[in-house]
């Protein structure tokens, strides 16, 4: 089990905590900068605060591959440690700590694909759960003051895909989760941050579809492969 989870915002740390409670996951402060640059310089911090721990620096692909963060990865921490990291297995050793990358996101799924998601991030465990009719219901069950509460994930669904072709006629891409996320907040009329939003709409949701949803993420980040001598 690892030490600590480093993230990259707010959002990927609400949902790290929702299932994974048992983890240590640093929130970022305020005005510290977000994204994944900002979570790698954070994790190579970490490697010195934290001695011989195990680091798990949860990222999102967004539109690169994994050999290509990876790459990213090893440049910013060896920048932050004056040496490069020694790769072994699915560890960078730092020393006395290692760091190990896990990527969030859903790039698989047929779903987000026909919707016309290229780019793939935490946000998509999200989006899948707003699509489900029970977690759906769940939420807008628990809000006293949204504007539009959808029968059917599927009427949700059909208004946000029409949302985005119009707003792809006048240039703007839809193109990820974040941004029909974006869509279904100002839809249904939530006006709290993303981050409230995403940790509503995981403690509503019915435990078999969290499990159905998050459980092979949950077992990415939890799960340790071991750093032979």
Request: charged residues 25%.
């Amino acid at each position: 089990m690892p030490s600590a989870v480093v993230v990259e915002g707010h959002i990927d740390r609400t949902v790290v905590k929702a299932i994974c409670p048992d983890l240590h996951t640093p929130e970022p402060e305020e005005d510290e900068p977000q994204g994944r640059e900002a979570a790698i310089r954070r994790a190579a911090i970490a490697t010195k605060l934290l001695g011989q721990d195990r680091i798990v620096l949860l990222l999102d692909p967004n539109g690169y591959s994994r050999d290509e963060i990876e790459k990213e990865v090893l440049s910013i921490i060896s920048q932050h440690l004056n040496h490069e990291p020694r790769r072994k297995g699915a560890w960078c050793l730092c020393e006395q700590s290692a760091i190990r990358i896990v990527l969030a996101g859903l790039p698989s799924d047929n779903d987000l694909r026909a919707l016309g998601c290229s780019r793939f991030m935490i946000d998509d465990y999200l989006l899948k759960l707003c699509l489900t009719d029970e977690a759906l219901s769940a939420f807008c069950r628990g809000e006293s003051q949204v504007a539009y509460r959808p029968q059917k994930a599927s009427e949700l669904e059909s208004i946000i895909g029409r949302l985005a072709v119009e707003l792809g006629k006048a240039g703007i891409s839809v193109d990820s989760s974040k941004r029909y996320l974006d869509l279904i907040r100002a839809t249904i009329g939530f006006a709290a941050s993303r981050a409230r939003f995403a940790e509503l709409l995981i403690s509503r949701s019915p435990q078999h579809l969290l499990s159905q949803m998050f459980g092979a993420l949950r077992n990415d980040i939890a799960t340790d492969p071991p750093i032979d001598p």
